[in-house]
């Protein structure tokens, strides 16, 4: 975590139980599949949030219903470069400065930051569980 040591970590941390639950709400009860098909949903708060604009995913996003593999797998990586913790943070970096001492603008931006980071771990798991699945019932 080498996040705990950044500025306004104990906000950081406060925001943490609220964002987890949000998370939690969204990946419960889904599989890959389903994980991938909602991920719009959930990104999008992050944008309505005080974020630039919801991004728009790729097609093979909403594809995943399909029973192909190779299809799945290309919409997980393709969710994973959207929501990349680190591309998230390099996206904040390059936002126009707001003013000087905006809480409420550093509060959506920390909260977009424990999203992305949520977001990808849940969509690893998944993507964990689904390979660990028989071919035939992925």
Do not use: C
């Not at 990104?43 to 192909?68: I, K, M, N, Q, S």
């Amino acid at each position: 975590r080498a996040w705990a040591w950044a500025p306004g970590t104990s906000r950081r941390r406060a925001l943490e139980p609220e964002v987890t639950e949000r998370v939690r709400v969204w990946a419960q009860n889904k599989t890959l599949r389903n994980l991938l098909g909602t991920l719009p949903n959930i990104w999008a708060e992050a944008a309505d949030d005080g974020g630039t604009e919801a991004p728009l995913f790729p097609r093979d996003l909403y594809a995943v219903t399909v029973h192909d593999e190779a299809v799945v797998k290309r919409a997980y990586l393709a969710a994973l470069r959207m929501v990349h913790p680190d591309k998230v943070a390099a996206a904040e970096q390059q936002r126009p400065a707001q003013e000087e001492g905006d809480e409420e603008e550093e509060l959506s931006r920390m909260r977009r930051s424990v999203l992305a980071r949520q977001v990808f771990e849940r969509l690893q798991g998944g993507y964990q569980l689904f390979k660990a699945q028989p071919p035939g019932l992925r």
